[in-house]
């Protein structure tokens, strides 16, 4: 498949919306790194810059099966195993690391290894006075740490979006979403192919719109009306005020922000869900997967997260009946089962449930991967701009085991990520979190450490802020 | 009680409420609970700690009403305000603690816009909220006259200078630009509706004489926090215009307000709020179930569960201000045509609709415990859990919470071709000894609850074994089936406050403190002497002094010295 057909496919025939900004303000949103804007080979800007790098963090909820997920050599020329198969179109543009170790670990599954990977923080647990309990990340995400830097120059921070919509959300932020700003300002994702589109190619503001100037005066007097409210407030709602205060500045610089001169895809349009209740995991995958790489092709956004299933998620996997299964002749189908209950029950049928969802996670993520590989981002593709950092919550589901869950590094980053390693197994349990500290440093290479964990590293053995060799390139 | 074969539990220590239960089972000694001592009837219990009351965000039913009551139900119905999500167990908790972001404040924009214009379309109601005729697109006058009205509506208390100023500039600047002094208004409507001071309750309070760690709400945030709890929507004028005059300063003034409010229908719908979020069932259409074992289960009959529940407690708490533990025990309850048929086994209401019906004597429920919403929601898509439904028992009938199941844990239950009934087949539970401390206290009570299948269907039989209902349990004792457990929990003064934590819990956004227990605790022994009445509990709260009373926060001494200074100039009220 071409490059070039493939966008075409998506794509409306391409107009021209660029205007001036609007009432005579200044709009400080990046045009998109158009052929025009290029150097002559197409690999930077024409102004010498490097093309933008993009960063994503992508999830499927409640682990593997081991024995079918771990190759059985390393190098480059290993094999892949079965739940990995899926991703052969890309296996040339990712590193499958194993035996890495979540050291952000012990307290309560699930929570443990989703807040360990994708924010490098323990998380927060809130558990009081037989209250049902819930938990918030202790630090912010990492999508959001690049976002803090390279997210403000985008008509859109970062985008977070899910395919699932069975995911955990009664046990607090931090099982509902893996994209979070603090412990108090969790961001969720948009699980509505519709709205994601809405939200990124229809909220411009038109050019001849009159009230443009009238909403941003209007946002004006709630921006003193919040500053005046903070003098009288406690410090943590302090903190509260100005997450909004920055949301309306943003919103604010929305309003007046002038759309890309770029093609915008046509809406898709996928039912929520089946006529039997059950999800269509694979086609809102392929519309999420469809506008996350128009918004970053567009440079719309530079940071994504990605959420396929939930941890610890009740997902439906409709495309596998129990006909599939005759060597275990049996009549139990779980095509609606809750995944996350099915992995907890260690009997061979359902083990190999698990197993095979896995190989179904794993086609979904390859779509979005080989989608990415097959867009053109000046002279190279966008994956080779990208860092994608995907992985699960714990690796086997039923143990809540915390020593090599799923975790894949792809794409190039602009030259920041190694592409020759194939499988990486770590000698000696190696932290995840230099796997998350090396895909920051990918496309941020200034940052040094995202634990944030100063004198509490101690109670988490295994740090050590250094990103992992076998990826980063430097 | 003197039956209770269980230590009591202090519950004035707040760690010991999820211990104590192992600590029990492991034979330790449990303490027991002095009954504090009899205040004044409307005096908080000398123990009372009041909490800091941090912003809450209003949920978006309360800012749909907010809406609705500031303009009209159109407007309300082109309000889209952003989803909540629930921290702890209840959505008011998460408004109270987590911020907002740039897709929150976008979903607010918009909303507020689409506000806007629906409002403006109804201009009897503009011109009421106007009350002038302005003379030009830059009547500043008039202009004021509307941010001043307006802004005491959205705020919930009179606008102070600069606010005003700040509002009225957004008029007079769209009516400026657009010619049309009407642009004005409606985008001074645009602006309220996106301040801080509407989407959130804001409760500083004022001081209080020779105890400056504590503040009493003002006369206005007093009627906001009454009105947001117990009507889910905010203060109208008239409650504003009493509270101003101070009616709501004394306990007697505050319970007149409370009947008031109780008496409107939209307590009823907030009441339903609470429970809906209290028994799990929102979403409930969303439920997962196998259509191959249960093809009658529909988005529609999900509703009409869920309505049914809220039905019975509706006829409890409002119709008949019955004792509120007859949702444990109720014999009765309401059906419509999809229930009668395919969950009862009985003919549907004549005439359509909803009716009263007897629960056929030999399917043993009792009240909400055996309502098919409940007993489908903790169920699994292609079968019944004794450990969800178990565990739903203890947290939210006895605030009992449960340790997650240790990591590693094999968790091989027999097949069901060799263990046909759930008590067979979770009996290895109880064998492992990690297993066993949680689940000998979970299992019971959801097992009892076996003769109702995923969606709540009576069964006597699970593959063709005879099922057995019978629990013995630390908390309850022995009994059998729904109708023991309804019986068991009807008895016990835990499940009583354990409800009231929970009303508590979701009408201030935080979860009790140590401090405020003893309140819970004298209120709720008072609901005992009253009959049970739910309703009389709700007044009861809302005229007690504590209703009113918080912790002064970090920043508001330093910052009313500062007005004392004088360097805020403008902020005094216009």
Request: with cysteine.
């Amino acid at each position: 498949m071409s490059r070039r057909k493939l966008l075409s496919e998506l794509t409306l025939p391409r107009r021209t919306l660029l205007r001036g900004a609007v009432g005579g303000a200044a709009v400080a949103v990046a045009l998109p790194p158009l052929e025009a804007m290029l150097n002559e080979n197409g690999d930077a800007l024409a102004n010498g810059d490097p093309l933008p790098r993009r960063f994503m963090t992508w999830v499927f909820g409640t682990g593997c099966r081991l024995e079918h997920w771990t190759p059985a050599t390393t190098g480059s020329n290993y094999e892949l195993t079965s739940e990995l198969a899926p991703l052969a179109p890309v296996k040339g543009d990712m590193t499958v690391l194993t035996n890495f170790r979540n050291y952000v670990a012990g307290r309560r599954g699930h929570h443990d290894g989703v807040a360990g990977i994708f924010s490098c923080h323990p998380f927060i647990q809130l558990d009081p006075m037989g209250a049902p309990y819930a938990s918030k990340f202790g630090g912010p995400s990492i999508d959001q740490v690049v976002a803090d830097i390279i997210g403000n120059d985008t008509y859109v921070r970062s985008l977070q979006v899910g395919v699932s919509k069975r995911h955990l959300q009664n046990q607090g932020p931090t099982l509902a979403t893996i994209s979070h700003r603090g412990p108090d300002q969790p961001l969720y994702a948009e699980r509505d192919p519709g709205a994601l589109y809405d939200q990124l190619f229809m909220s411009f503001t038109p050019a001849d719109d009159p009230t443009a100037a009238r909403r941003v005066k209007a946002l004006d007097a709630v921006i003193q009306d919040a500053q005046r409210l903070k003098r009288r407030i406690s410090t943590n709602d302090r903190n509260r005020v100005d997450a909004h205060l920055e949301s309306l500045f943003q919103v604010q610089k929305q309003l007046l922000a002038i759309p890309p001169d770029c093609a915008f895809p046509m809406k898709p349009d996928v039912e929520p869900y089946m006529p039997d209740g059950a999800e269509p995991l694979a086609e809102i995958n392929a519309a999420m997967a469809q506008l996350v790489v128009m918004a970053f092709s567009c440079d719309l956004t530079r940071v994504c997260s990605y959420m396929f299933t939930g941890p610890s998620g009740g997902a439906q996997f409709y495309m596998l009946p129990p006909e599939e299964f005759p060597e275990h002749n049996t009549n139990k189908d779980y095509s609606h089962a809750d995944h996350h209950n099915v992995s907890h029950i260690n009997l061979p049928y359902e083990q190999d449930f698990i197993h095979r969802s896995t190989i179904v996670s794993m086609e979904n993520l390859s779509y979005l991967l080989d989608l990415m590989k097959n867009t053109d981002d000046g002279a190279a593709s966008l994956l080779d701009n990208s860092c994608v950092l995907a992985a699960s919550d714990v690796a086997e589901g039923w143990a809540h085991s915390e020593v090599s869950m799923p975790l894949i590094v792809a794409g190039g980053a602009g030259g920041r990520l190694k592409r020759d390693v194939g499988h990486y197994r770590s000698p000696d349990e190696e932290p995840v979190h230099n796997v998350s500290l090396a895909c920051v440093k990918s496309v941020l290479p200034d940052v040094d450490d995202v634990t944030e964990l100063g004198s509490n590293s101690g109670n988490y053995n295994g740090f050590t802020n250094t990103p992992c060799s076998a990826v980063f390139e430097g | 009680m003197s039956s209770r074969r269980y230590p009591r539990i202090d519950l004035r220590r707040p760690t010991a409420v999820a211990a104590t239960v192992f600590a029990c089972l492991a034979g330790a000694a449990c303490g027991s609970t002095e009954a504090p001592p009899e205040p004044p009837p409307s005096a908080a219990p000398a123990t009372f700690a009041p909490t800091q009351a941090p912003l809450r965000r209003l949920r978006a039913a309360q800012y749909q009403n907010a809406v609705a009551t500031m303009f009209s139900v159109e407007a309300a119905l082109a309000a889209t305000p952003p989803d909540d999500p629930e921290l702890n167990g209840f959505t008011s908790i998460a408004s109270a603690q987590l911020a907002l972001n740039d897709d929150l404040v976008r979903d607010y924009q918009q909303s507020a816009v689409a506000v806007a214009a629906a409002a403006m379309g109804d201009g009897a109601r503009i011109a009421e909220l106007l009350g002038c005729n302005p003379s030009g697109a830059d009547d500043a006058a008039c202009m004021t006259a509307f941010v001043q009205r307006m802004g005491r509506l959205a705020f919930r208390r009179a606008l102070v200078a600069d606010e005003l100023d700040d509002y009225l500039d957004v008029g007079l600047f769209a009516a400026g630009e657009a010619n049309d002094f009407y642009a004005g208004v409606e985008y001074v409507i645009v602006a309220l509706l996106q301040s801080p001071n509407f989407l959130f309750m804001v409760e500083v309070g004022e001081p209080v004489a020779d105890a400056p760690a504590r503040r009493h709400l003002t006369s206005d945030e007093a009627a906001t926090r009454m009105a947001f709890f117990l009507t889910d929507g905010p203060p109208d004028e008239a409650l504003l215009d009493a509270a101003e005059a101070g009616d709501l300063d004394t306990p007697e003034g505050r319970r007149e307000a409370a009947l008031g409010l109780l008496d409107r229908p939209e307590a009823r719908r907030a009441m339903r709020n609470f429970f809906t979020e209290y028994l799990v069932l929102d979403d409930l259409e969303l439920e997962p179930k196998d259509p191959n074992l249960f093809p009658e289960w529909s988005p529609t009959l999900a509703r009409s569960m869920r309505e049914e529940t809220l039905r019975l407690l509706d006829d409890i708490i409002w119709t008949r201000d019955a004792d509120i533990r007859e949702m444990y025990t109720a014999n009765y309850t309401f059906v419509d045509a999809p229930l009668a048929e395919s969950i009862y086994g009985v003919p549907a209401p004549a005439g359509g609709g909803w009716g009263r019906i007897d629960v056929p004597e030999e399917q043993g429920r009792s009240g909400i415990i055996a309502h098919p919403s409940v007993l489908t929601r903790q169920a699994n898509p292609e079968s019944t859990s004794a450990t969800h439904r178990g565990l739903f028992v203890l947290e939210r009938f006895l605030c009992r919470t449960m340790p997650p199941p240790p990591d590693g844990v094999v968790t091989e239950l027999p097949p069901s071709s060799t263990a046909p009934t759930l008590r067979e087949r979770v009996a290895v539970h109880l064998e492992e000894p990690s297993c066993a401390g949680c689940h000998a206290i979970s299992d019971p009570l959801g097992l009892s609850l076996e003769n109702y299948d995923p969606i709540g269907v009576y069964r006597d039989k699970e593959q063709g074994e005879v099922i057995d209902a019978s629990a013995d349990h630390v908390i309850t004792g022995a009994f059998v089936g729904a109708q023991g457990l309804g019986a068991a929990l009807a008895g016990l003064d835990d499940s009583t406050l354990c409800l009231v934590r929970n009303l508590y819990r979701h009408g201030t956004g935080h979860v009790e403190t140590e401090g405020e227990l003893p309140l819970l605790v004298m209120l709720r022994d008072r609901m005992a002497e009253n009959g049970y009445s739910l309703r009389g509990f709700l007044v009861s709260l809302v005229s007690n002094d504590a209703f009113v009373t918080i912790e002064a926060n970090d920043n508001i001494a330093d910052y009313e010295a500062s007005l004392a200074r004088g360097e805020t100039g403008q902020e005094a009220q216009p």
